[in-house]
């Protein structure tokens, strides 16, 4: 049997521990049994911990895209938004194990063994890629997660706190006290649940500012390294296609209206193949920019005048750099121009 769904039966037992022993063990009776304020907290926990599971469920269930059967980089640039190339040769992308091209910001998986539409990365936690049709659930799944948590957390102190607030009264202290089974829980609650919301808040703290600029975990690795590219003036400029604005990048995962995006929802814009870009950007748009020294005419090196200590590769050592270069999954590729491109997609 394979460990992921090993791990996912994991992260179903650790939600029902937190889930039921808080409640079974430390609320109820802190909370005072059958009374409406103990059935509204408790009402609006459950609330919430059906939500985070049913957004679990969907984020390990639903296939986050897969590429169509025979899909073809388009013939014609002018109507494209976005041209993807190989970062290293300018050619169309293609995926040698799939035997396929990748249509632009679909990634191989090598855990799923094939190429995943608008790959961000393959989560072991859900046993599955975070992609083009999933992103919206794993994203509120681990929103609903850090809300439970919180809320798990907060009614927790509150019993703590009664505790310290009643420790000079002997009597009362005594009857507060927690004591067997619900201090046990209580203990391993609070480490287990203030674990959980540390680490799930920092992942999502960080999807969410992959959102605000319409990147992906692997397209922030990608924009990095064009940056690096910049500085090293190996590329003139940098810019990203797919970032539309705060709200508009917001609603290509969440769904179209901002009230409904807590609510699980399909994916419901494009079909993954294809994504609008920035309206100030003139169609097409190649990504990453080619104007690398890598594939355009290379420059002979000069030991004089202004050149001195600037990055200009000499022929052979570009030739040698696009020979030795490899993909990203580590296949060797030949140098190919523009004009080869253009073959290779009629
Ligand atoms: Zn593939
Ligand atoms: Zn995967």
């Known amino acids: 049997m394979k460990l992921g769904p090993l791990v996912v039966i994991g992260v179903c037992l650790l939600i029902a521990f937190i889930g039921l022993t808080t409640q079974i063990f430390i609320f109820w009776k802190f909370l005072g049994g059958f009374t409406l304020e103990c059935m509204a907290i408790l009402g609006g926990f459950n609330i919430l911990l059906g939500l985070l599971c049913y957004n679990f469920y969907l984020a390990c269930s639903t296939d986050p895209g897969e590429v169509p059967p025979y899909w073809e980089p388009p013939k014609d640039p002018s109507k494209v938004l976005v041209i993807e190339v190989k970062k290293n040769n300018a050619g169309p992308r293609y995926c040698r194990t799939c035997k396929q091209f990748k249509p632009p910001r679909s990634h191989h998986c090598s855990s799923c063994e094939r190429c995943v539409l608008k790959m961000d990365h393959h989560c ?3 046993n599955n890629c975070v992609g083009y049709s999933n992103h919206g659930h794993f ?6 997660v850090d809300i439970a948590s919180a809320y798990c957390l907060f009614f927790m102190c509150r019993r703590v706190w009664l ?15 927690p004591k067997g089974t619900e201090l046990l829980f209580l203990i391993l609650n609070l480490i287990l649940d203030t674990l959980v919301l540390l680490l799930v808040g920092i992942l999502t703290i960080y999807h969410t500012w992959l959102i605000f600029d319409n990147t992906t ?3 922030t690795m990608e924009i990095d390294r064009i940056r690096k590219m910049v500085r090293r003036r190996i590329v003139s400029d940098m810019e990203y296609p797919y970032d539309l604005g705060i709200i508009a990048n917001f609603k290509q995962i969440l769904g179209p209206n901002p009230w409904l995006w807590l609510w699980p929802q399909k994916m419901s814009y494009g079909g993954g193949t294809e994504f ?5 950007l003139q169609p097409p748009v190649y990504w990453p920019p080619l104007q690398s020294t890598e594939y355009e005419t290379p420059t002979v090196c000069t030991s004089s005048g202004n050149d001195v200590g600037r ?7 570009t030739q040698h750099r ?5 993909d990203a999954e580590a296949y060797a590729l030949p140098t190919i121009n523009s004009l080869v ?3 290779m997609t009629q």
């Open 124 to 126: 072991p936690w859900i």
């Open 139 to 144: 994203f509120r799944f681990i929103i609903y």
């Open 163 to 177: 505790i310290y607030a009643f420790r000079h009264d002997y009597n009362l202290y005594y009857q507060l006290e």
């Open 217 to 219: 975990t692997i397209e």
């Open 276 to 280: 609008p870009i920035g309206s100030h």
């Open 311 to 317: 990055r200009h590769p000499t022929l052979s050592q």
């Open 322 to 326: 696009t020979r030795g270069r490899q």
């Open 341 to 343: 491109r253009e073959q």
